[in-house]
């Protein structure tokens, strides 16, 4: 079982990394081109007067280090600002994207799973053959291929069958329940089906490592000798040991896939948190700016610990 001490270590060293991160994000916007007030779209000709009371109002005419004290102290009571884009509060906007974002990674992070973990256990069991060939050549070009070519791909490819862009049809004349789930699933195809595709190369290999390893084990040598069918080797010897670098990645690319999937959101305008942190870059907009990220950094740093976490529990020698 995993120690006390470990367990504080690694959340200790989750806080101050959430911390540096969130430090950094503060300025690293402030320093990019650009004037948050100039590129508010409704006023795109104010006077100088208007803008002096816009930055008074945003708290931009505060000096950098001021902003940043007064970013904190409204962070500790959970306060995100408001956006200077449709003056909303941020939490709300940031909660609503990130609803959004949720469903469709979900899908396409459990069908990259199933395709992959499946992909790596034929082409580990059907090594030199053109099954396993056919297989691992698969996963590798899925997995280097670029993640907005693919996007692009895809939505070139099935334009006028599948929606192209958005979450819902604006013109759907029946607004039932079942008519709007199905819209948005129409929706959600192509930008889950893209994640799935730059998803499960990964895990399709790692499963194919791990699986040649374990099949070389002596007692999946001696379930041959038993002659078991190849179902049950693979299932009940095979596949079961070789999960745990598997499940270890699982587990640490799920905080990588809401901040992966902007450029999905992005090609195919999903009103997700990837496409809300891209709009907000180009609008200038650091309160938003800022909880996206933070959303984001947070997912990464909290999936990392529960990947430290869970590979110290089955594995207990990590944490002596």
Partial sequence: MTSWGYMLKRLVFAVATVFVATTLNFF??????????????????????????LRKQFGLDKSPWEQYLLYLRQLAHGNLGISFADQKPVIDNVMQALVNTLPMVLVGTVLAIVIGIATGVIAAWWRGSWKGSLGTSAAIFFYAVPTQ???????????????????????????????????????????????????????????RSAMLETLGEDYVLTARAKGLRPRVIVRRHALRNAMLPVTTLIALSLGYLVAGAILIETVFSWPGIGFAAYQAVIQRDYPMLQGTFLVLTVSVIFFNLLADLLYAWLDPRISE
Wanted: aromatic share 8%.
């Fill in 28 to 53: 690293l916007f402030r320093v990019l081109p650009g004037d948050a007030i100039r590129n508010l779209a409704r006023v795109p000709h104010a006077s100088p007067q208007l803008q002096a009371e």
């Fill in 149 to 207: 070519w693919l996007a692009l791909v895809l939505l070139i490819a099935f334009a006028g069958v599948l929606p192209s862009h958005g979450m819902s049809d604006p013109y759907l004349l029946d607004d039932s329940w079942t008519a709007h789930t199905l819209d948005v699933g129409r929706h959600m195809l192509l930008p889950s089906l893209t994640l799935a595709l730059t998803l499960y190369g990964e895990y399709a290999l790692i499963t």
